[in-house]
């Protein structure tokens, strides 16, 4: 395979599962998928029941699987009790894993460090102890704000351990967005570091806290924990700020855990929607571990002697499910990575993978992409100079991989041995969704393949009606399961009318389009609303919007996407100033100042690639932006399209310069 990205790859292999990889894995072959698979269509409530009772330890037993009463807000084993924090750690103390590595923590300078299950559930234990002394209950609300650290999955832990619900915001995300969710959550606590460390860089997290706490609406905050991270200079609140090692100084070993009821929240995690401020998305306690626990046995092919890599920070769904919570209930090792893939050269996910000889390993395509291009650019950091030969299985997340990228990860990290799973899920899903079960599915590269057992999904016309294979429509979840989306935190009505519009007849509208090929495999196409994908990163195009309208020079935005071979989308802002047309110097001055406003407000992962300026946004008689024709001129190219509909065709013709 040549090393560039810029080709389209037309695939049409089919990658089957070695007898090897069958002959040892948890499903394995096709008969054990469709069996596990009918078990579920047939008797959805036995299968459930099953598997909840087979795989989780409950406080109290539940008598009821699925309540469907009050659709869509389904409730699910509801009257039984259990601790997530005591299925992810306790468990493991008398199964014969208490001696075993649960967490390899690999700093951004390189450094290790490593800690047992019986390590990590004292370390828990204290922390909760902790924060009960200091007087938090069930219930609450937590932020957590922390670099990836064992810190950041033992605070998680600790919360759930107690019953407090916590919410994670990523460590790229600015003050204002961590105050919105502050706000939006009424927490009592944050949680965060002096400093995180990137790419040898050192970011001021505490700092972040403190502005965000100087706002309104953040009175209920009693305390800020402060983990020591980089011994960086911080400002000190002596009335509310405490030391994480202060609190866990002379605390017991032991917490016992807080049984809660099965739909109990165990954490708040927001994303972009297609309109107005960030979700915050609400899982609950017994459904979403049982699925985040089954997926990382299933999907990950998960053996005791796994060495599981999941390069995915805690501040986004795939860390929680994917390292804090399913793939630590089910006891496997895993990395907790501190730094960037390009730090200190593009080598480093080679070298970690070769260094602790990992088995498993869980990447987006973003990061494949840019990992192909700086390996074609310099040979010394290409995986061939690697010794790999610890990875049996390699995963993908959080957008479409294209054929090329998974071809190349398939032959030049995974030796042209290991299965290439392509996982489809959401935040709002808690768990994989579309994904191929590695001992027994085919592998289509591009297609994400096949719903799991328990799941059942269509792709439908905008009136909810199937449609039949190779017709793209929107990709739906036709019934209930366990790691659903409960609710928009303190918003039911949006989470009834965003994912159960009227329309769709009750089922859950994902926001993507898809297709299904004639073998039943599924193909994602995109977002069906103006959700960008950057860098494996969901990002709502109208906050950004309504961020760059609020800066004092500008009178309209609009944003689109435009394809990027590295990052997927690259964002693309279109500008009409209160003022004339800048010429080129104002303008680059200008697009200076609007992306450092993005950047401060929103987060650095928003900031425009390209800025555009004009005399006016192409709009509809209506009074509707047509981002449709915005996404060409961002691409560079004429509108060749009938644009009679507009009320103001000539508009596309005046945008001037990408900056
Ligand atoms: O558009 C889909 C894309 O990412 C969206 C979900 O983003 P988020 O909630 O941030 O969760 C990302 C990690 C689970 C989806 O609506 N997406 C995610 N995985 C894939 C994908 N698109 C195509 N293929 C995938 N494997």
């Known amino acids: 395979m040549s090393g560039t990205i810029d080709s389209i790859l ?16 948890a499903v394995p072959g096709m008969d054990a998928y469709r069996a596990l698979y009918d078990e579920a269509r047939d008797d959805p409530d036995g299968f459930w029941a099953r598997m909840a009772r087979e795989q989780l330890l409950w406080r109290k037993p539940f008598t009821r699987v699925l309540d469907e009463s009050d659709a869509p807000f389904y409730r699910w084993f509801d009257d039984g009790e259990l601790n997530v924090s005591e299925n992810c750690l306790d468990v493991h ?36 102890n902790g924060l009960k002394s200091l007087g938090y209950k069930k219930g609450e609300r937590v932020i957590i704000y922390l670099p990836m650290s064992i810190e950041a999955i033992a605070c998680m832990q600790a919360c759930a351990r107690l019953g407090l619900i916590h919410s994670v915001v990523f460590g790229g995300f600015s003050t204002k967005s ?20 990137r790419g040898g860089r050192a970011i001021p997290l505490k700092a972040a806290v403190d502005t965000a706490l100087t706002e309104e609406g953040t009175d209920l905050v009693r305390h800020v924990l402060v983990y020591r991270r980089s011994g960086g200079q911080v400002t000190w609140h002596a009335d509310r700020d405490i030391w994480l090692h202060d609190i866990e100084a002379g605390q017991a070993d032991t917490c016992e855990p807080v049984a809660v009821g099965a739909e109990h929240p165990l ?9 107005g401020k960030p979700k915050g998305v609400q899982h609950s306690s017994g459904g979403y571990l049982l699925w985040a626990k089954l997926t990382s046995q299933w999907v990950f092919d998960a053996k005791p002697e796994d060495v599981f890599w999941c390069t995915a920070d805690v501040g986004w769904v795939t860390g929680h499910t994917y390292i804090t919570y399913g793939t630590m209930a089910a006891g496997l090792t895993q990395i907790v990575f501190e730094g960037v893939p390009s730090y200190p050269d593009s080598g480093r996910f080679w070298k970690m993978i070769e260094r602790h000889k990992v088995s498993i390993f869980y990447t987006a395509p973003t990061a ?14 290409h995986p061939s100079n690697y010794d790999l030969s610890s990875l049996r299985l390699l995963g993908s997340v959080g957008e479409p991989i294209n054929p090329e990228a998974w071809m190349w990860y398939h032959e030049n990290v995974g030796g042209a041995r290991c299965p290439v799973i392509d996982t489809w899920w959401q935040t709002e899903t808690g768990g994989h969704i579309l994904a191929p079960l590695p001992g027994a599915t085919p592998l289509k590269p591009g297609s994400c393949t096949l719903p799991l057992p328990g799941i059942s999904v269509d792709v439908v016309d905008e009136s909810g009606q199937s449609l039949p294979d190779g017709r793209g429509g929107f990709l739906v979840i036709t019934r209930p399961w366990p790691a659903m989306i409960r609710t928009v935190w303190g918003d039911a009505d949006r ?32 977002r069906t609303d103006d959700v960008l994908s950057v860098s494996g990163h969901r990002l709502g195009g109208t906050e950004i919007e309504s961020t760059l309208v609020a800066h004092e020079q500008v009178a309209e935005a609009a944003i689109v996407g435009r394809p990027d071979p590295v990052s ?18 104002q303008a680059i001055a200008i697009a200076g100042q609007l992306r450092d406003w993005v950047a401060r407000e929103v987060g650095p992962i928003a900031k425009p690639r390209d800025i555009w300026f004009g005399n006016a946004l192409p709009k509809t008689r209506s009074g509707k932006i047509m981002r449709r024709l915005l ?8 509108v060749t399209q009938d644009t009679s509909t507009l009320e103001n065709p000539d508009t596309l013709k005046q945008f001037r310069g990408a900056y």
């Not at 208490?98 to 290790?112: N, Y």
């Not at 961590?178 to 460390?197: K, P």
């Not at 996404?631 to 004429?638: D, F, S, T």
């Open 10 to 25: 037309v695939e049409n292999r089919v990658f089957e599962p070695t007898a090897d990889f069958i002959a040892q894995a």
């Open 93 to 128: 103390l008398s199964n014969g894993n208490a001696e075993k590595t649960a967490l390899i923590f690999e700093a951004d300078d390189g450094t290790v460090q490593k800690v047992s299950f019986r390590q990590l559930h004292a370390r828990v234990c204290r922390i909760a």
């Open 178 to 197: 961590l105050h919105q969710r502050i706000v939006d959550v009424q927490a009592s606590l944050v949680i965060t570091a002096d400093e995180q460390m």
């Open 267 to 275: 954490f708040i995690l927001y994303t972009s929607g297609s309109t």
């Open 368 to 381: 494949i992409r840019s990992l192909i291009k700086a390996a074609s650019a310099d040979p010394a950091v």
């Open 495 to 526: 989470y009834a009318n965003s994912y159960f519009p009227p329309e769709m007849q009750g089922f859950y509208l994902a926001g993507d389009s898809a297709q299904r090929d004639s073998d039943g495999y599924y193909w994602i196409m995109g």
């Open 568 to 585: 997927g989308e690259a964002i693309v802002a279109f500008i009409i100033l209160k003022g004339d047309l800048p010429d080129e110097t």
């Open 631 to 638: 996404k060409i001129v961002a691409q560079g190219e004429e």
